[in-house]
């Protein structure tokens, strides 16, 4: 980012503070962690899916069975399309949003501190608590969002989460609403690091303030919103907690995305081999898209 | 010339929109955390009836013999203090040790942990219950801190390793000069001067542990071992006959870790974007 | 004469201090039943301290497998027979046979042949069951039905399909809920099902279907038969013509419940476990009780039972021989009578209880009782066979339907596949 850091990184002076032993022994704990704890369990989750496991008693070796059964199944493939729809619909409007937000609040719009506190509140409460709140007020009559448009005298007898075809709409929304503020801290982020002379410069060439946030921000901030676009991408894909804690993947499997079909076949259907195959499934996917994204988008970055 | 005003108008409208949105649910579930069940199917949005701070005694004891909020809160503390203590131990200490290799081989290391960043949790969970269900730690708050503090890890490692990249370097090569181990100098010189950053990143981790509930319910399956996020799940089924009380509990899920959130916001913002991309 | 053993066995208990652990439902009449079952036991057993665990519906039938099967589970575990959990943890050998506990307490002759034939697998109990319960019952409001011009259904029952619909139409036009039903708690959909098969399956067809999961048994009744497809055929005209209130699909039980509660909605789906809960609703009406409509009109319904919430032992538990001893001390006569009848009014599980004890029942409970005797009773499908091919598998598929995606023919395929899955594969 800056110079100094440049020169300061691989300083043969400060390698002379700390030996090899003492660098080995500062980063290994850390490594030694993430190892056991992250590393040996995706082995594990391999090695379970080529497996037959009941939860309870010895692992039956099936080899690919399980990945065959899986993805011939209608109901894996529905699952993968629906969080497709999910994780792409969230990250769009995550984004967009942010992003204008983060505009809004780098040109040093009205109470933009004020802002950059309370916009990243719903990041912070805990999502199962939002959920169970959004899940009342998304219910008919009595919920809150009801009443509301029923005041604007849009009907009051919505019911969103009942409707199979509509029902990933009231998840999407709270997915937003809790994901933003994190991705507009980020943006921001990146979008105050843009110097100030090249608006001027754009001022001076009549840009009004539509055309400064095309022609300037966008560009030099693209590489953060890649960034950030394809963690949140990652992080809706994966997610569990609103989805459980309003719908548990229904109605029917109309929001039965791969976290949940995940739970549901081993902690329901006790089929833990093919849990563990449809998750190594929508792991190898996302790691995928996430390594490649992060190599294309880090590139750039420093 | 209008058009200028125009836009302005609308685009704070906008703001102000978005700065409603994200304000209203919150006071919605104090207005209904005060109301009885009854009041609140005459009015879902809280307008009117009695006031009944009783919920709050409610939610935090729990219904009959199920548990209360107090219970949860308790546990979430454990989770948290155990992460925090694990994760930072091990996280800062890489970060700042890292800072001493050479370029290649700490963006070797940097890569790890960015990897390990975005591998998917439901690829652990099983495995997890596996593990912690044959070493018999199934349903022990500390056990799922250390699985919380190894999850942040990578956040902690790619936020203070940008932190220590930027350290000013002259005092440790003075305390070099002067005899002292690497060792040395972190403990008593880096430490205390990476105040603000340890408070972020060990705030994030905190703001992690009171949310996440993936790996939390597979872990922690007893009910009187849980954690704030994941006994909310079943806090819902027990309280269907007096909303208030459910909103209660809601309230005191949020409200604590929001006003840390307040007190703090300058430095976990700072944390944030000092990282890059912190994950959660 | 039991009473003369426990006391003995207290007289020679240990005074080492024990904390035994028991798993229960939550709910008000779950939780009123084992606070008085815990009272009682530490009264007879002062060195005995009893921990309850409290679980939800959803990991009742799901998450806690992994509890039981842990290395440190609960002593007591609360094992719906028709649920995966059961299957897994008995296929395993991870529950302690009980013959000794069903002996001692004689129960085979106390369960009476059905109840006792569906928690005995290969010859061996695994567990026992505390209570009783009938469910399919439609709660009404009488009040409603009068302000809506509604008939009280004759006998309790109602006649016909059309009937119901008629009583949804004239309950909407007056303002009110017709049929709550909690279509996403994930069992109500399929409930249904227990009530309407009876009707529309012969009695050999219906045995056969509460047997078919065992491989060993001969399949006779297949469920693309017409007996299980025009069950699904009239739940999805019942959908189609609006008996279900808005948004039921997007509801749980209790959320569903709610404005029967409040007097809002004219009938509501139920068992006789939620007399408890109106005893502690201030409610201003008097709830009385009907029977859902047979599919053809010259068959009857009957009160659908379930004696599915066993409990059981995991065979890694700390304090087994305890455990028995609750075990045994919970489906005593006395405990019965005490806990069930008098202490929360529902249903004992054991047939030996004296007629003066029964009588203390709720009056709705005597009537239920009476029908029972009158009518006969039968065991719900959904109630008794495997979650993994019965209401685990069928209820999203319901749901599914009532959204639109699944005709009733679809899932009648679906539901002969896994049934073939099952009896193949075990699970």
Redesign the interface.
Known sequence: MTTTSAARSGNPGRASQANAATIALGTMPALILLLALVGWPIVQAVWLSLSDWGGVGDLKWVGLENYTTVLSDPRTLRSLGTTLTYATASTCLIIVIATLLAAYASAGGKGSNFHRIVWFLPGIAPAAAASIFWANAFQPSTGALNLILGALGMGSRHAWLAEGSMALIPVIVVTVWTSVGFAFLIILGAMEQIDSSLYEAARIDGANAVSRFWSVTLPLARPTIVIVAILEFIWTFNGFTVIWAMTQGGPGSATSTLPVLVYKQAFQFTQFGRAAALSVVGGALLLAIGTVGLMLGGSRQR | MIA?IL?RGT??V??AT??I???V??V??FVLSLRSN?D??A???GVGGTLRPENYLAAWAG?????GMSVYFWNSIVVAVVAMT?NL???V??A????????KW?RR?LN?????S??????????????Y??L?V??QPWAVG??Y???T?PTT?LIMQAFY??FP?EL??AA?LDGA???W??LWIVLPLSKGAVTAVSLLVL?FV??E??VG??LL????AQT???G???F???W??N?GA??AG?AI??FP??AI??IF?KQ??KG???G??G?? | MFSAVLLTSAAWAQEAPVTLTVQTQTGESNIKLFSILTEEFEKLYPNVTVRLQTISQDQKVGANLAVLASNNPPDVGMIPINSQVYTQLVNNNALLPLSDVWEASDLKRRYGETVANSLIVKDVPYTVVTSQAIYDIVWYNPALFEKAGIPAPENHRIKSMDDLVDIASKLKAAGFGPLQIGGGSGYQASWFVDALLPTSATAVQMQNYLQTQDPEVQVVARYDDAAFLDVLMALNKLNGAGVFQAGFLGQKAPDAFAPFLAGTAGMAIGGDWDLVQFGQSNLNFEPDWALLPPISADRKVVQTLYFGDALGIPAAAKNPDWAKKFLQFVVSDEIQELANVRGVGILPSVNSLPAEAIASLNPITQELLADITANGSAPGWTGTIPGGVGQQFLDPLIQEMYSGGLTPADIAAQQQQRLEEFRATGK
């Open positions: 200028r836009s685009v704070q906008a703001a978005w700065s949105l994200v304000i649910p919150f919605l579930i009854a609140i199917y009015n879902g949005l219904a009959g013999a199920t548990t694990v131990a091990a996280g200490t890489a700042y040790f890292s800072t001493f290799l050479s370029e700490r290391f790890v942990f960015v990897v390990a975005v591998v998917p949790l439901i690829l652990m969970i099983i495995p997890f219950y596996q593990v269900n044959a018999g199934l349903n250390i699985a503090a190894v999850i890890l490692i990249v930027d370097k440790c090569e070099a181990g690497p060792w100098t972190y703001i009171w949310g509930t993936q319910v597979i399956q007893d009910s009187l704030v996020p994941v909310l799940l079943s819902q089924g027990q269907t006959t909303l459910l909103f809601l899920a949020s870790i929001m959130y307040l916001s976990i913002t944030i974007t000092m890059g991309f994950g959660r």
